[in-house]
């Protein structure tokens, strides 16, 4: 009775209230604890079914795009924490293998380079971790350079392409100025034509006005030259 009384104790300490209530009811230490069990462990079908869903993640565990080593590790590392809690514990060799399988086919080289150098069973799981995280630095820092090449280059064909832009507004601007002084030359030609026509048929008109053609400007009066009837002197006198 003693040693169950301070079993029960030992595990409501260990529990919140809500849980408390839950095993309140219990006579013995062992009821309370296969209650827990069930509750937080499920029962024997509800662990196979687990184990076998972990197993299949397992063997399906593949390196998310976009994802990091580190972040992988974790994750790696959280899946094999489950699955030895069911009883399932996998041996190194087994663990470096399905690492070095989750990564992608980009890390093809470095795969054939850790599997040349070392034995599989001699590899250590942190030093595999920063072997990985050296290599994934220096990647990130090759596609940084070939990103920057890229943009220089982009940044130069898109100032190459202004500069041809800008020479061909340039000349065009030129040839329209020649267009237009051209078009100017052209009116003022035109005018002053239209202008001298316009004279010599002022003249034209004036002339008519003033001489007759039968008689060679001469005055109808006087017969002279120089005036018309109108203005002949002879006539006013």
Same mark, same amino acid.
């Given at each position: 009775?003693?040693?169950?009384?301070?079993?029960?104790?030992?595990?409501?300490?260990?529990?919140?209230?809500?849980?408390?209530?839950?095993?309140?009811?219990?006579?013995?230490?062992?009821?309370?604890?296969?209650?827990?069990?069930?509750?937080?462990?499920?029962?024997?079908?509800?662990?196979?079914?687990?184990?076998?869903?972990?197993?299949?993640?397992?063997?399906?565990?593949?390196?998310?795009?976009?994802?990091?080593?580190?972040?992988?590790?974790?994750?790696?590392?959280?899946?094999?924490?489950?699955?030895?809690?069911?009883?399932?514990?996998?041996?190194?060799?087994?663990?470096?293998?399905?690492?070095?399988?989750?990564?992608?086919?980009?890390?093809?080289?470095?795969?054939?380079?850790?599997?040349?150098?070392?034995?599989?069973?001699?590899? #250590?799981? $942190?030093?595999?971790?920063?072997? &990985? %995280? *050296?290599?994934?630095?220096?990647?990130?820092?090759?596609?940084?350079?070939? !990103?920057?090449?890229?943009?220089?280059?982009?940044?130069?064909?898109?100032?190459?392409?202004?500069?041809?832009?800008?020479?061909?507004?340039?000349?065009?601007?030129?040839?329209?100025?020649?267009? #237009?002084? $051209?078009?100017?030359?052209?009116? &003022? %030609? *035109?005018?002053?034509?239209?202008?001298?026509?316009?004279?010599?048929?002022? !003249?034209?008109?004036?002339?008519?006005?003033?001489?007759?053609?039968?008689?060679?400007?001469?005055?109808?009066?006087?017969?002279?030259?120089?005036?018309?009837?109108?203005?002949?002197?002879?006539?006013?006198?």
């Amino acid at each position: 009775l003693q040693i169950n009384s301070k079993a029960k104790t030992v595990l409501y300490c260990a529990i919140n209230v809500s849980e408390y209530n839950r095993v309140s009811s219990c006579a013995t230490a062992q009821e309370i604890w296969r209650k827990l069990e069930v509750t937080y462990e499920g029962t024997k079908q509800v662990k196979r079914s687990k184990a076998l869903m972990l197993r299949q993640d397992y063997e399906l565990f593949k390196m998310v795009e976009g994802e990091c080593v580190r972040d992988m590790f974790t994750r790696f590392t959280n899946l094999l924490n489950e699955l030895q809690a069911l009883g399932k514990v996998y041996p190194n060799d087994d663990v470096v293998s399905k690492i070095l399988l989750a990564l992608p086919p980009s890390w093809s080289p470095k795969i054939t380079a850790i599997q040349e150098a070392k034995d599989i069973e001699e590899i #250590d799981i $942190d030093e595999l971790l920063g072997s &990985l %995280i *050296t290599h994934e630095t220096a990647m990130k820092k090759e596609k940084e350079a070939i !990103q920057n090449e890229k943009d220089n280059a982009q940044v130069k064909r898109t100032l190459a392409l202004k500069s041809s832009i800008l020479e061909d507004n340039v000349g065009d601007d030129f040839t329209n100025n020649d267009d #237009d002084d $051209d078009d100017d030359d052209v009116a &003022l %030609i *035109t005018r002053q034509f239209q202008s001298y026509l316009r004279m010599k048929k002022n !003249q034209s008109r004036q002339s008519n006005g003033r001489f007759n053609k039968a008689n060679d400007g001469r005055c109808f009066n006087c017969k002279k030259f120089g005036h018309t009837i109108a203005h002949c002197p002879s006539k006013n006198t």
